[in-house]
Structures are given as structure tokens and as C-alpha cells.
């Protein structure tokens, strides 16, 4: 099966960068569509990107669209999120999830899509 851990998590001022990334063990990685997730306290989860396996889609929730970026290095069995302009509302445990079937319309902004999870990094952005 795959196994994914995420790292690159920490404290950052408003404003600023911060790069995630996810790597993957196990099954082959390039067949998998990759996502990126977020839950603060007492929050859902709520989608943030997904990117599809040759990582030539991608797909955005609003409100981060123009600020992430998610890529992937299927050489490196890694998926990335970089973060600019972060803002404290930002703040939350980030996931990253690879999915084995295909999406649909929606491509892969639903949870449901995925079926492996990582353990999730904190991201803290401080006013």
C-alpha cells in the first residue's frame, strides 16, 4: 500500500512562504492523483489542491488560488504545496491524500476521492 509524510509544517509570519511536502512509500506513486488538505480546530476539512498523476491538472479552492502551488516529482515519490502570501487564517493541519480512482467532474476536491492519508503537518501563521 502507500504510506505519505507530510513535513516542511512550522510558524511563519503573514505574509510570508512556507513549502510542504509529502513524500510517498510503497505502491507506484506516479499512478496516484495527489491532494492537499486542511483542518483547523473546530473547522472541517476542507479541500486546498489536487494535481492529477503526469501533473500536467491541477486544481485550486478559491481561497488560495494565485497564492499555492501544488507540483509533484514523481522521480522523488513527492508531492509539494508552496504556500506565498500566507495569512493567518491559513493556520491549520495540512494533509496531503493520494487517490487511486479517477475523480470525475469534480477532480479530486472531494475527500472521498482519496483513499491514502498522510498524518498531517502544522502550518502557524502569526499576525
Known amino acids: 500500500q502507500v504510506q505519505l509524510v507530510e513535513s516542511g509544517g512550522g510558524l511563519v509570519q503573514a505574509g510570508g512562504s512556507l513549502r510542504l511536502s509529502c513524500a510517498a512509500s510503497g505502491r507506484t506513486f506516479g499512478n496516484y492523483a495527489m491532494g492537499w488538505f486542511r483542518q483547523a480546530p473546530g473547522k472541517e476539512r476542507e479541500f486546498v489542491a489536487a494535481?492529477?498523476?503526469?501533473?500536467?491538472?491541477?486544481n485550486y479552492a478559491y481561497s488560495v488560488k494565485g497564492r499555492f502551488t501544488i507540483s509533484r516529482d514523481n522521480a522523488k515519490n513527492t508531492v509539494y504545496l508552496q504556500m506565498n502570501s500566507l495569512k493567518p487564517e491559513d493556520t491549520a493541519v495540512y494533509y496531503c491524500?493520494?487517490?487511486?480512482?479517477?475523480?470525475?467532474?469534480?477532480?479530486?476536491?472531494?475527500?472521498?476521492?482519496?483513499?491514502?492519508w498522510g498524518q498531517g503537518t502544522q502550518v502557524t501563521v502569526s499576525s
Open positions: 491524500a493520494a487517490a487511486t480512482r479517477y475523480s470525475g467532474g469534480s477532480f479530486y476536491s472531494a475527500a472521498s476521492s482519496y483513499d491514502y
Open positions: 494535481i492529477n498523476w503526469s501533473g500536467s491538472m491541477t
